[in-house]
């Protein structure tokens, strides 16, 4: 085995074509040789002020022989060895997919040790203005907000990750600018609209019970396909969320709920454990929503996605996502009084600060009878109507 050399130990030299070079020991190779950084210059001053540099930068680094690989060879290795047994299978897919359509083709044959953080923001820069693999017809090839952080926050864990293994001196994603979350308003279904959906699918036997619960509870997409019969509590009426149904490719898989608050026990309108009751005794399925080709597996959330899309489109509702029908429980709840902590642990949510920053989407509508609720109580507290502030003012004198 060679000798070992210690970290920092350096030497300058004039080459043949007349530039200085100096070199500095950053890390050995796996039989003890080390490996080196060159830095160049026109003169040794030049290069003898770039050689102290590089010196504070590895100061106390000692890089492996791994340091030498690529960008794309490092995230592969991450996701196979490192991360294979602590993500979700959906999650999985989701990095392989950011690697594979918006790392790799820019920056996936570069050095580990020559990425710099000039590197990663044009990266993002680039992604941003033009990173959408598909053309949308409106957003052209914008990739948005949201998509730039995913791609952020997820390099910017590997990093971390090749940093502790010796593979580079710091996180070259320290230092980017990402865009700011930049939200959209939450779409919901006004009292008109939600009526009219809730009469919209009587016409839908198969999934009249599924959207109606939905409506009444909330629940994420996953977690209303993912109920058993064991989960429901009919003489509390109450319902345990104790899993969730998340689609992979090839099919489903059944996980834990999203977050540690995820686990939950929500108490059930009447109405909904009288419709579960009578739902039971013509179920044969361990699940509440048993797929409608196998009642021994789930439903799909694919497929009530699906289903839930052509249902507002036959009947004329605006075109919100699944996840609209939450926002809808979530700001009708708060419209008429439920307290953001008792929403939160319905929802599921860590922070009732959180539920009401994303739920109270409050329609002008839902505003004006908040306000005639209140209004109404104050006076009947006082015994009488309130006064303008401007009346008392004269009052006053």
């Given at each position: 085995?060679?000798?070992?050399?210690?970290?920092?130990?350096g030497m300058v030299?004039?080459?043949?074509?007349?530039?200085?070079?100096?070199?500095?020991?950053?890390?050995?190779?796996?039989d003890g040789t080390p490996m080196h950084k060159s830095v160049f210059g026109k003169t040794q001053k030049e290069t003898l002020d770039k050689l102290h540099r590089?010196?504070?930068?590895?100061?106390?680094?000692?890089l492996c022989e791994d340091s030498r690989m690529t960008l794309g060879e490092w995230l592969d290795k991450w996701l196979d060895e490192y991360m294979i047994f602590t993500l979700r299978e959906s999650t999985m897919q989701s990095y392989r997919m950011i690697v594979s359509h918006y790392i790799k083709p820019y920056l996936g044959g570069k050095p580990l040790t020559s990425l710099t953080t000039a590197d990663i923001q044009k990266l993002y820069n680039k992604l941003k203005k033009e990173g959408r693999v598909r053309e949308d017809p409106i957003k052209g090839k914008t990739l948005a907000d949201s998509m730039v952080r995913g791609i952020h926050m997820m390099l910017h864990e590997a990093l971390d990750a090749a940093v502790k293994e010796?593979?580079?001196?710091?996180n070259p994603t320290n230092g980017t600018t990402v865009p700011k979350p930049n939200y959209p308003d939450k779409q919901v279904l006004d009292d008109g609209q939600l009526e009219k959906f809730l009469g919209m699918i009587e016409?839908?036997?198969?999934?009249?019970?599924?959207?109606?619960?939905?409506?009444?509870?909330?629940?994420?997409?996953?977690?209303?396909?993912?109920?058993?019969?064991?989960?429901?509590?009919?003489?509390?009426?109450?319902?345990?969320?104790?899993?969730?149904?998340?689609?992979?490719?090839g099919g489903i898989t059944v996980s834990d709920p999203k977050t540690d608050t995820g686990i939950r026990t929500i108490v059930l309108p009447e109405s909904v454990v009288r419709m579960l009751k009578e739902r039971k005794k013509a179920i044969g399925s361990e699940w509440i929503f048993p797929s409608l080709r196998d009642a021994e597996k789930p439903i799909n959330p694919n497929t009530a996605y699906g289903t839930f899309k052509r249902i507002i489109k036959k009947a004329g509702l605006p075109d919100i996502p699944f996840h609209g029908l939450r926002h809808t429980y979530a700001t009708h709840s708060i419209a008429v009084g439920v307290d953001e902590k008792t929403l939160a642990k319905e929802l599921g949510h860590t922070k009732p600060g959180f539920t009401l920053d994303c739920y109270a989407h409050v329609t002008e509508e839902m505003q004006k009878r908040a306000s005639e609720v209140t209004g109404n109580a104050l006076e009947k507290i006082l015994g009488k109507e309130l006064k303008p502030w401007a009346d008392e003012r004269t009052d006053k004198g």
């Open positions: 085995m060679a000798k070992r050399r210690p970290q920092g130990d030299r004039k080459r043949s074509d007349g530039r200085w070079e100096a070199r500095i020991v950053i890390g050995h190779k796996n590089a010196i504070e930068t590895y100061r106390d680094v000692d010796r593979l580079i001196v710091r016409a839908y036997p198969d999934w009249r019970d599924f959207f109606y619960t939905e409506c009444m509870t909330g629940l994420r997409k996953g977690e209303i396909c993912g109920l058993r019969w064991e989960d429901l509590n009919e003489a509390e009426g109450k319902l345990s969320v104790a899993r969730q149904v998340i689609p992979v490719r």
